[in-house]
């Protein structure tokens, strides 16, 4: 299956700063990647899907300006929490979708604790 | 409203022990269900599922979707400690997109 690096693994930062964090796709083109947001016992939340090459699709309730997402290659999408406030504190995750030879699945990065003071 | 649901929230069990986690799911234009293993960080693929009935099966782990009940069942026989984790079942709710909806995912426990 498809190798998913996301970087950082972990964060903190003062409020007011914007934090960038990017997903790789070591090998395998992503056309579609997700950004999902998880809070302490709680499910993967989607916050956004991510399209090489065009405008990234925001779910409902998810704030496009504060949650910048960009993804310029097959290979590559970073979300950036921007004037990052201790409400942002999360767990981000991103996955990447492989529809290859049938399947349908989604690969996880290892998530980016983000931590706000 | 598109949604998944899992339960129990939470099992606790002893090494041997068999369990049973349940997945619901209320989406439109249904088209798979996916069941994921979360020890950590990153969520662990298990089984897809598309077609009524038809089991699917890793080791001790197996799966089953029943569309006429709009469910899935995650079986483990024999369980052990490292069986530890949060495990997620999403199903995707709209066709001609690839989004999943998760589930609030069962936290389960195995002691030694």
């Known amino acids: 299956g498809a190798v998913v690096s996301q970087h950082p693994s972990r964060v903190i930062c003062k409020s007011g700063t914007s934090v960038k964090i990017e997903c790789r796709s070591l090998d395998f083109q992503a056309t579609t990647m997700f950004w999902y947001r998880q809070f302490p016992k709680q499910s993967l939340m989607l916050m956004a899907t991510?399209?090489?090459?065009?405008?990234?699709?925001?779910e409902q309730g998810v704030e496009k300006d504060k949650f910048l997402i960009n993804h310029a290659s097959l290979t590559l999408s970073t979300l950036t929490v921007t004037s990052a406030h201790p409400e942002d504190s999360s767990f981000y995750i991103c996955?990447?979708?492989?529809?290859?030879?049938?399947?349908?699945?989604?690969?996880f990065g290892s998530g980016t604790q983000l931590s706000v003071l | 409203e598109d949604k998944v649901v899992q339960s129990p929230l939470s099992l606790v069990v002893h090494e041997g022990d068999t369990v049973t986690l349940n997945c619901s799911y209320e989406v439109t234009n249904f088209r798979s269900l996916l069941w994921y293993k979360q020890e950590k960080k990153a969520p662990t693929f298990l089984f897809m599922l598309?077609?009524?009935?038809i089991e699917k099966k890793s080791g001790r782990l197996s799966s089953i979707l029943d569309k006429k009940e709009l469910s899935s069942i995650l079986n483990i026989t024999a369980t052990q400690t490292g069986d530890s984790a949060i495990y997620l079942c999403?199903?995707?709710?709209?066709?001609?997109?690839?989004?999943?909806?998760f589930g609030t995912g069962t936290r389960l426990k195995v002691l030694a």
């Open positions: 996955s990447v979708l492989d529809t290859s030879r049938g399947n349908e699945k989604l690969f």
């Open positions: 991510s399209n090489e090459g065009s405008k990234a699709t925001y």
């Open positions: 598309t077609s009524s009935g």
């Open positions: 999403a199903s995707s709710p709209t066709s001609g997109t690839y989004k999943y909806i």
